[in-house]
């Protein structure tokens, strides 16, 4: 289309005249390329105007049909007012405020209404944006079904556990309708089955020949880094980091600042029969508990309290002196990922994902299995570790850890009694 037609359809389309105000949301005008006038009305749920022609030439009457038609729409339930207390936005504030007082009262975690707001306000898949001033009890699963069929076709690299906080989110904020009486019944977000997955872990003798143990390789480029006086995120690496690597691994602690950083040296016992730590976790990911660690532990601890002989029972275990938790978590990842890039251990070759402090963890859950030739149960260990054992199949055993050991120890019939025959294939 030439620049000149182009031109003259704008111009047809241009407004003939000023628009003329009916009502708050309602208006009439025209434009050149008609001679009825036409009616917009603002739809607040939807955040859209719809337009109609009056079919009125006369003003008078097009202000007439305006108003029958924005009746109409109300009659329809379209364009009615929504009460701000009745509007989803109203809720989603609501849980972040009510989320924030029980953080505040440890109750939850402190960060969750923060987890919370990001699913409810984030640009593309937050559910706030999409329903934000629809009325609460007008939305249903069809609703949701639809708004989550849009989230998965434009963010379909999401894993599942983001696809269920999205859907948890929104559940939570229905919850909130449900319980002050605004719908009948709770609106429940379909969830997305999770594809279990292993974690990545530092590979050990006997799951692979001793040359290519790695966890003995990460020990050892630990030990020979605390003595090159290496200073990483402006703070030297010592033999604490050594420290922490053995202790993760033997007390099955997660390096999160509710569990490892937020030890102190009065959460610690030492206990003689057997030799282990009790470890008390304040406020653990799965709330208060004590854990017994493996009999290692003990020393690992002895060091750490003779390398900090001044602190009181009130002091971090690790390093102290850093007030601030979150900036002594940083120093301990940084330093740590340092160490694995020195030793080639970043990337796992088998699983080609990097790892990070939580495959120690992933790790020592890995040889409390191995190293007990089977024997160790799945429901202490998942106990001391603050886990489930549907969660320990799940995410840490489905790798290949067949050994010669444990082969042995699933052929086991024990001891046979006499007449007793075994003449199965």
């Known amino acids: 289309m030439s620049l000149k037609k182009q031109k003259k359809a704008k111009n047809r389309n241009a407004l003939a005249g000023k628009i003329v105000r009916v009502r708050s949301g309602v208006a009439i005008y025209k434009v050149n390329l008609s001679p009825f006038w036409r009616v917009r009305v603002w739809i ?14 006369s003003r008078v009457d097009a202000l007439q049909a305006a108003e029958e038609f924005y009746k109409s729409l109300g009659t329809r339930s379209f364009a009615q007012e929504i009460q701000k207390e009745k509007t989803y936005s109203y809720y989603a504030d609501k849980l972040i405020k009510l989320e924030i007082d029980k953080g505040k009262r440890g109750e939850c975690s402190p960060k969750l209404w923060n ?35 849009k989230v998965r076709t434009e963010y379909p690299a999401l894993k599942s556990v983001t696809y269920n906080f999205i ?47 790695e ?66 976790y304040r406020k653990g990911k799965t709330g208060r508990r004590q854990s017994p660690t493996t009999e290692f532990c003990v020393r690992v601890f002895q060091r750490i309290r003779e390398r900090y002989k001044d ?24 330093q740590f990922r340092y160490l694995l890039e020195r030793s080639d251990l970043l990337v796992c070759k088998v699983t080609n994902q990097d790892r990070s402090l939580y495959s120690l963890r ?20 998942a106990r001391a570790a603050g886990t489930s054992e549907s969660q320990l199949d799940a ?31």
């Open 115 to 149: 987890t919370t707001k990001l699913y409810l306000t984030h640009r593309g898949f937050g559910s706030e944006i999409y329903f934000g001033e629809m009325d609460v009890s007008k939305i249903t699963e069809k609703d949701y079904r639809v708004f989550f069929s």
């Open 215 to 280: 966890w003995k390789k990460l020990l050892k480029s630990a030990k020979q880094l605390a003595t090159e006086n290496v200073t990483v995120y402006h703070t030297p690496i010592t033999g604490e980091l050594y420290d922490l690597i053995m202790f993760l691994c033997h007390s099955f602690c997660r390096p999160t600042i509710s569990e490892l950083y937020a030890l102190r040296f009065s959460d610690i016992t030492i206990l003689n029969d057997p030799k282990t730590l009790l470890v008390t």
């Open 44 to 57: 607040p749920s939807q955040k859209r105007n719809i337009v109609r022609s009056t079919k009125c030439e």
């Open 311 to 334: 602190t009181n029972p009130e002091d971090y275990i690790f390093l102290p002196n850093h007030k601030n938790r979150e900036h002594a978590k940083r120093v301990f990842q940084k």
């Open 362 to 381: 992933h790790t020592s859950l890995q040889m409390r299995f191995v190293k007990s030739k089977g024997t160790v149960s799945a429901r202490l260990l």
């Open 395 to 425: 995410h840490y055993l489905r790798e290949n850890l067949i050994t010669k050991d444990l082969i042995e120890n699933l052929q086991s019939f024990g001891p046979v009694a006499s007449g007793d025959d075994d003449d199965e294939d």
């Open 167 to 213: 859907s948890s989110t929104f559940n939570k904020v229905m919850n909130l309708a449900y319980a002050d009486g605004v719908i009948d019944r709770p609106i429940k977000g379909e969830r997305v089955k999770s594809q279990p997955s292993s974690r990545t872990f530092f590979r050990f003798f006997p799951i692979v020949e001793k040359q290519h143990d």
